[in-house]
C-alpha cells in the first residue's frame, strides 16, 4: 500500500509561485502513473495534473494549462507540482495520488488512498 505525502502548500498573492512535492513510501511511484487534484469547501475533489508512469506524457484542466507544470523523480519516489501566475480560484487543498488507468481524470480513477494534503491559499 503506498502511502503519500504532500508538501509545500502555504500563503501566496496572486501572481505568485509555489511548488508543491509528494513524496511516496510503500510502493514505488514509477510503478504508476500520478497526479494532482484539488478540493475547495463544499466542492468535489477535482483532477489538477497528470503524468505518466515514465514522466514522457503530461495532462492538465484547462484552468491551469500554461502555468502548472507537473514534474516527477522516479529515482527519489517523488512528484512535484510547480505552480506559477496563481490565482485566487487556485485556492484550495491539493493532494497527490497514484492513478490507476491513463486518461481517467476523475478521483474515482485513483490507486490506494489519499494523503492529507497541503493548503494553498493564493490572495488577491
Known amino acids: 500500500q503506498v502511502q503519500l505525502v504532500e508538501s509545500g502548500g502555504g500563503l501566496v498573492q496572486a501572481g505568485g509561485s509555489l511548488r508543491l512535492s509528494c513524496a511516496a513510501s510503500?510502493?514505488?511511484?514509477?510503478?504508476?502513473?500520478m497526479g494532482w487534484f484539488r478540493q475547495t469547501p463544499g466542492k468535489e475533489r477535482e483532477f489538477v495534473a497528470a503524468?505518466?508512469?515514465?514522466?514522457?506524457?503530461?495532462h492538465y484542466v484547462d484552468s491551469v494549462k500554461g502555468r502548472f507544470t507537473i514534474f516527477r523523480d522516479n529515482d527519489k519516489n517523488t512528484m512535484d507540482l510547480q505552480m506559477n501566475s496563481l490565482k485566487p480560484e487556485d485556492t484550495a487543498v491539493y493532494y497527490c495520488?497514484?492513478?490507476?488507468?491513463?486518461?481517467?481524470?476523475?478521483?474515482?480513477?485513483?490507486?490506494?488512498?489519499w494523503g492529507q494534503g497541503t493548503q494553498v491559499t493564493v490572495s488577491s
Open positions: 495520488a497514484a492513478l490507476r488507468d491513463w486518461g481517467i481524470w476523475r478521483k474515482e480513477n485513483i490507486f490506494g488512498s
Open positions: 510503500g510502493r514505488t511511484l514509477s510503478s504508476s502513473a
Open positions: 503524468i505518466s508512469r515514465s514522466g514522457s506524457l503530461e
